[in-house]
């Protein structure tokens, strides 16, 4: 999709390039205009002259005047025809068919008190009707009995005309290249501190830490980075009075379950047979309760605490670690003749194995209580253009909707049909992820499909 710069620099380009056309236009239409106007001038002089030589029977001595002037760019027609129709007097550049028939006429009267019509028909020597001429018809002498025509070549004035075209156009051509390009260096100037805003929220992430950075000048995006930090501070406010919620609660009620867990396997002892099928039920609840206790403890200690990857870090065999818990779910996955597909290759990660193996055998175990028996679950292993290790795990389930897969990271959450389960799996794969410096996110093609990335470690060695 098109940057802002680009469209407004494509909206500038357009909104000059249709003022300079109209501008052009006018400029065009106004020469246009001033050049008729002179050649009508021209022309109401030839019919004075030729009117003159009329009375004095002279009209051979105006087509030898007008001879002597010939050039390539002063090129005059005469044609002077008698009461009878005779040819009176006519130019050799004059076609035998005469100077008409009229393309459009145009009646002018001149100060004088002389008519004359006017008219533009194509040159007779043009071979593809480019140039024209403009004639000038009058009828002149005793009882206007002579019809006078004479023209004049409009080659010149074409030929400006078409030069000043083709500068405009060029110059109209430049001067919207040059605006667009001021405008999308302008826009780039003035969208900078947006740009900033969006790397630094795109740093943030999850994180609790850091603000929109702020140019200082007091403009609108000043103000909407300082409107910007408000909202991050109330939003890390309120995840920070939830998560401190969450973990006081947590560690609250662990050593209540510890306790209540001790008291129960003492009553078990010592109950008689018909109470211990509810004693071992409370139990069961109990363990149940610790064990979303912990992971909430776990979640909470992830997010609050990164992990710290030193110098002696080793590289971990990512293919490896993935296989073997697919080998550990082989037999829940066999007992519902469900097929595993693996497409593994060897890969190395900077890590943690033990929260990594927890991520991933989290996604696994979400896929394998959503997937039907008699389905199949699909795990690969492989590089991305980025070169980064990409973790995919497709099942066959029923698959995500829009909204579910917008909230399934979130705590708790849990509408996706299948086995219930703490709901905090797939948080706690997400936030171990992250820690990693890596990405966790859900797709719906068909069943649901996860997709875990992390940064590419290379082997060490030569």
């Known amino acids: 999709m098109p940057n802002i710069r680009w469209r407004i620099g494509l909206f500038v380009f357009l909104a000059v390039g249709v003022l300079q056309v109209a501008v052009a236009g006018f400029v065009l239409a106004r020469l246009s205009a001033v050049q008729t106007k002179e050649v009508d001038r021209l022309l109401s002089e030839l019919l004075v002259d030729a009117e003159m030589l009329i009375a004095h029977t002279e009209a051979g001595r105006m ?42 006429s145009e009646h002018i009267t001149t100060r004088s008190g002389m008519h004359y019509t006017v008219w533009d028909r194509v040159h007779p020597r043009s071979r593809k009707g480019h140039v024209r001429i403009r004639v000038a018809e009058a009828q002149l002498g005793p009882d206007h009995q002579f019809i006078v025509r004479v023209a004049r070549t409009l080659k010149p004035y074409q030929k400006t005309y078409w030069r000043l075209r083709e500068q ?41 830490d850091g603000e929109m950075p702020r140019s200082g000048s007091g403009d609108e995006l000043d103000r909407l980075a300082a409107v910007l930090n408000q909202m991050l ?32 396997e003492l009553m078990l002892k010592d109950a008689p047979a018909a109470h211990s099928p509810r004693l071992e039920l409370a139990l069961d609840v109990v363990d149940e309760l610790t064990i979303l206790v912990n992971r909430l403890l776990l979640l909470e200690r992830i997010e ?21 818990l697919v080998e550990a779910i082989g037999v829940l996955a066999d007992e519902r003749n469900i097929e595993l597909q693996l497409d593994l290759v060897p890969l190395l990660i900077l890590g943690e194995r033990q929260p990594l193996r927890e991520a991933v055998m989290n996604i696994l175990d979400n896929a394998l209580r959503h997937t039907p ?33 917008e909230r399934v990271f979130e705590r708790f959450y849990s509408e996706r049909d299948g086995p219930p389960g703490t709901g905090l799996g797939l948080a706690i794969a997400k936030a171990t992820v992250e820690a990693h410096g890596g990405s966790l996110h859900a797709e719906s093609p068909s069943g649901a499909r996860f997709v875990l990335r992390l940064p590419r470690t290379r082997p060490l060695g030569p």
């Open 233 to 264: 501070y109330r939003i890390r406010s309120e995840m920070m009075r939830v998560r401190r919620f969450s973990s006081d609660a947590a560690h609250g009620l662990r050593t209540p379950l510890t306790a209540l867990r001790g008291h129960l």
């Open 373 to 405: 028996a008699g389905g199949w679950i699909r795990i690969s292993l492989s590089t991305t253009a980025e070169d980064e290790v990409e973790l995919a795990i497709e099942d066959s389930g029923p698959g995500l909707g829009p909204e579910q897969l």
């Open 168 to 208: 405009l156009a060029w110059a109209m051509l430049i001067v919207s290249m040059f605006s667009a390009g001021g405008a999308a260096w302008v826009a780039r100037r003035s969208l900078t501190p947006i740009d900033a805003m969006a790397r630094r929220a795109a740093l943030l992430g999850h994180s609790l």
């Open 304 to 324: 609050s605490t990164p992990f710290d990857f030193g110098p002696d870090a080793k590289p971990i065999p990512f293919d490896e670690l993935v296989r073997d």
């Open 63 to 104: 087509l030898h005047s007008q001879a002597q002037h010939h050039s390539k760019w002063n090129e005059t027609f005469i044609d002077v025809i008698g009461p009878d129709g005779q040819i009176v007097a006519r130019s050799p550049n004059v076609p035998p068919d005469g100077l008409g028939p009229e393309t459009f």
